[in-house]
């Protein structure tokens, strides 16, 4: 299968990044062919600007957005790696959704007023990290808001509703076993394509 992953954290060093070298690993010892969207490295500007948005309604498509877009028309399954910052996704990559996920690419209007989702068909497997602790995220709606935003919203309204998430929680304050023991779940996760 084709992978694209989607990696939004600015250290590669990170936890996030041995979560990446993890799904890298696996999927491609699995005989997957996996791609990699380092935001950061790429230096993404996550700002959708007027004249993005006026080429985007005339109907042309601003280079940067474009080659995303090729990108995600490319892959089967798109992989999101990304910390939990301010109960949500980092800006870099709610940018990335603003620009890359746009009309008449993700989604479109019908007729009857209702939305159609264009990239039926994909799947998803979205990995966060959190400093807080599993009982936190619930309590303070953490949990809701990315099944509301990311999960539904942002995947499920443009046709992908076969996702796959997990949160690794208190990641700075667990023992090195216990993360060791998170990549090992990102790795099942990984063996379930
Ligand atoms: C700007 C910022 C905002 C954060 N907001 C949250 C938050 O809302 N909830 C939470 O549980 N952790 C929050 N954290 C903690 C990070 O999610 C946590 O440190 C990270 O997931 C650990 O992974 P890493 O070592 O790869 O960075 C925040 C961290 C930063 C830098």
Known sequence: MKILTVFSHPNPDSFNGAVLNTIKDTMSGR????????LHKLGWNPILTSGDLAKLYSGSVPDDIAAEQAEVRWADVLVFIYP???????????????????HGFAYQQTKEGTVEGLLKGKRAIVITTSGSNEDNMRENGVLDSINTCMIKGSLGFSGIQDVIYENLYAVPTVSDEERKGMLERVKSICEKL
């Open 84 to 102: 939990i910052w301010w109960f949500e996704r980092p800006a870099i990559l709610k940018g990335w959704f603003d620009k890359v996920f746009s």
């Open 31 to 38: 005989g997957h062919e996996v791609k990699v969207r380092d």
